[in-house]
């Protein structure tokens, strides 16, 4: 089983930046893929961006040139720099990992989730 915490969210004008983190902690072998989601009030959950345990990464095309996730695999963490904010990212943003370990077998895990407001 795998925790996840996120943090960096907040409360940030139009065209400001904010760093998300997502630290994994338990019992695993390995972390594969992670990504982040996130979901606004009354919307669907939205796939924001992926990242390979090799560090290839993909976004979905509203934050492509604003958003840029990494990951740190001997930290256990991703990261997604936001810059450029606009309204519309406005969500509760989820960290999401795929791990494997010889007792669980494959799993996927989800953070509670941090906020991010983007408003004037």
């Known amino acids: 089983q795998v925790q996840l915490v996120e943090s960096g969210g907040g409360l940030v004008q139009p065209g400001e930046s904010l760093r998300l983190s997502c630290a994994a902690s338990?019992?695993?072998?390995?972390?594969?893929?992670m990504g982040w989601y996130r979901q606004a009030p009354g919307k669907s959950r939205e796939l924001v961006a992926t990242?390979?345990?090799?560090?290839?990464?993909g976004y979905v095309g509203s934050v492509k040139g604003r958003f840029t996730v990494s990951r740190e695999n001997a930290k256990n963490t991703m990261y997604l720099q936001m810059n450029n904010l606009k309204p519309e990212d406005t969500a509760a943003y989820f960290c999401?990992?795929?791990?494997?370990?010889?007792?669980?077998?494959?799993?996927?895990?989800w953070g509670q989730g941090t906020q991010v407001t983007v408003s004037s």
């Open positions: 999401t990992a795929r791990s494997y370990s010889s007792v669980a077998g494959m799993r996927i895990d």
């Open positions: 990242v390979t345990r090799d560090g290839v990464t």
């Open positions: 338990g019992r695993f072998s390995r972390i594969d893929d």
